[in-house]
C-alpha cells in the first residue's frame, strides 16, 4: 500500500505564493507520472500540472506561468510552486500518482486526501 501526504496549502491573498508539497511512503520500487489536481466547491476535479519521472512537465493553460511542477524522486516527493495566485485558483489541491511497487509490477494509480488553498481577493 502507498499513502500520499499533501502539504503546504492554506490562506493567502491574491498575488501571494504558496508552496504544495505531497510525500509519497509505503511499499514504492518506483514513481512514474506524478500530478497535481484541483477542485473546486460544485466543479469537477481538474488536471492542474504533471510531471514524468524522468521531468517532462504538462501545464493547465490556466496555471501556464505561474505554476511550477517538480519533484525529488530521491524523496519521493512532489511539489507545486505556486505564484501569482488568483481568487479562481481556490480550490482543494490533490496528489496523484503511479506507483509500481516491484520491476514486474504494472503501475497502480493513487490520490492522496487533499490539501485545502485559499486565494482571497
Known amino acids: 500500500q502507498v499513502q500520499l501526504v499533501e502539504s503546504g496549502g492554506g490562506l493567502v491573498q491574491a498575488g501571494g505564493s504558496l508552496r504544495l508539497s505531497c510525500a509519497a511512503s509505503?511499499?514504492?520500487?518506483?514513481?512514474?507520472?506524478m500530478a497535481w489536481y484541483r477542485q473546486a466547491p460544485g466543479k469537477l476535479r481538474e488536471f492542474v500540472s504533471d510531471i514524468t519521472s524522468g521531468g517532462s512537465t504538462n501545464y493547465a493553460n490556466s496555471v501556464k506561468g505561474r505554476f511550477t511542477i517538480s519533484r525529488d524522486n530521491y524523496k519521493n516527493t512532489l511539489y507545486l510552486q505556486m505564484n501569482s495566485l488568483k481568487p479562481e485558483d481556490t480550490a482543494v489541491y490533490y496528489c496523484n500518482a503511479d506507483v509500481r511497487n516491484s520491476d514486474y509490477a504494472p503501475p497502480i494509480n493513487y490520490w492522496g486526501q487533499g490539501t485545502q488553498v485559499t486565494v482571497s481577493s
Open positions: 509505503g511499499s514504492i520500487f518506483m514513481i512514474n507520472t
